[in-house]
């Protein structure tokens, strides 16, 4: 089980990295200067960007104190 | 630790003022779309509502601000006048968005609201922490879980006491008086209520754990860097988040406020069936809070928080997908259909001589549901062949043979809550020692709650405009939340009962990290 916490403390650094760089991309196909739905808007774009930043990176230290054992009983 | 009897008078006094707190924090939320047509003017009424969800968000996001800022005061000055403060800063703001005049006589109104809204969210940030470390902090290690389960049906319970303010009101008044004043209403009441709360809150004792560490001399200097800037509490407040309050947030709000928005705007229901309904299943569902509080007492919290998680991941989408079934009027057999045509005299800068035609047509179908489809049309439009309405309305009425299905898919999804919520601040309150306890259970249960959570219906509805999307798209942002919760939950996370809490740090960390 603690191999299992610490090599799962990858996905976790992998996963805050993923969250963001997708976040990031979805907003960049998403934003269109003429569109019509919220989704087209810049502003829930930078709103959610602005608040799941730190979170992912709270995820991606977490992930590393799991790398670094700290989880092991 | 208090005696039974005084057990009692310190969860009342706990639970009736987190009930008022989450009362004041759900109106805003459940008249969101008259708030949007009195404060946030736009011509496209889904902006509009967009615009109320954006500020309902802010209510929530600043949530994680106000637990740091009442956390440390809760730590350094105690828990008894931290939960004091929260209580009148919420019931004050909430009365004052009764007294705001619409934008219409008052532009700087959507701005005051909006500052309102955060003040809101910054005392419900401080209120649930001090509610939850007040009451466990004067109960015994064995029955934690049940005591504190009190706690937790506020939430529900301050949903669905706006519920009913709300309908009885719109009952009492006609829906023109709603609209233009019986509104306030609700927010109005709010400033008895918590007066009533901070008499009784002012009659209790400080908690006895925090005052035998001020009486020890041993209480927190910076309770922010003793929670966070330390490693050895800091991996415990990023468990808590992503082990158990991330997955608990988005199964909360998506059960108890994602299904009312997906019943009202995706299937558009009437909103008074809707509402009842939901008061309905909440109420049905209230209980078993308590039950789940008293069971993790004897079988773990992790078990119960982790079965409930994994039950919303795999039955979200058929539940929902009935739901939807249920309500569409496109399963449905047409009896008759009756069409009504008005036309409005309509001046705009562009359009001056233009006019609205409003058509209503009013069907009823075999099983007695009844729709109201509204399309509005300019006449120019017309005139030039453009026959697309310019706005277009359903709302469903269900036939009573529909009650008790809706109602128990709603029960279903308010259960899961049951299970994730009920025993969720033993737990917290068991991670953390008490010297921090306020601080460091408070930010991580709102930003679960407040950020993951609160951002469902946001989130939610700019998925389902996605190219590609269909109405039940939505959910997989609560699914995949709920789903790495659950996992991180399942392998980091102990199921540790009956846990000492006092103020020795050393054993902390330990005691909530999985052995196996």
Known sequence: MNHLKKYAGLVWIILSIAAITLLCYAAYTNIAAHGKHDINKPLPWIIIITVFTPVAFGLGIFGYYALKNEYKQ | MASEKGIWKVITASSVGTLIEWYDFYIFGSLAIIISEKFFPAENPTTAFLATLATFAAGFIVRPFGALLFGRLGDMVGRKYTFLLTLIIM????????????????????????????????????EYGGAATYVAEHVSTKKRGYYTSWIQTTATLGLFVSLIVIITTQNSLSKEDFNNW???????????????????RLKMK??????????????????????????????????????????????????????????????????????TWLCIAL???????????????????????????????????????????????????????????????????AKTNDSIIIKTTKIIYTDSSKAVQEEKYFSSDLQIGNNKPHEHKTQITLSDSYKWKVIGLIFILVFFVTMVYGPIAALLVEMFPTKIRYTSMSLPYHIGNGVFGGLVPFIATLITVTPGSNILSGLWYPIGVGAVCFVIGLIYLSNKKNTLIHDDESNYADNQISKN
């Open chain 2, 182 to 200: 019986g509104w306030r209403l609700p927010f109005l009441l709010s400033i008895i209520l918590v007066f009533i709360s901070v008499f009784i």
């Open chain 2, 283 to 349: 109420l049905f569902a209230t209980p078993f809070f308590i039950f789940f509080g008293w069971l993790s007492d004897k079988i773990g919290r992790k078990t119960i928080i982790l079965t409930g998680m994994f039950l919303a991941v795999i039955l979200y989408r058929p539940v929902f997908s009935k739901l939807y079934s249920l309500t569409n009027i496109v399963n449905k057999e047409e009896v008759s259909s009756n069409i009504q045509v008005n036309k409005l005299a309509h001046a705009t800068a």
């Open chain 2, 91 to 126: 019931g004050g703001s909430t009365f004052l968005i009764g007294c705001i005049p619409s934008y219409e006589t008052f532009h700087f109104a959507p701005y005051l609201i909006l500052i309102l809204r955060l003040l809101q969210g910054l005392a419900l940030g401080g």
């Open chain 2, 206 to 275: 400080e908690s006895p754990l925090f005052d035998k560490l001020k009486t020890e001399g041993k209480i927190s200097s910076n309770p922010l860097k003793e929670s966070f800037g330390k490693k050895q509490n800091l991996k415990m407040v990023l468990l808590a988040l992503f082990g158990a309050t991330m997955g608990q947030g988005v199964i909360w709000y998506t059960g108890q406020f994602y299904t009312q928005t997906f019943l009202l705007k995706v299937c558009n229901l009437n909103p008074t069936q809707t509402n």
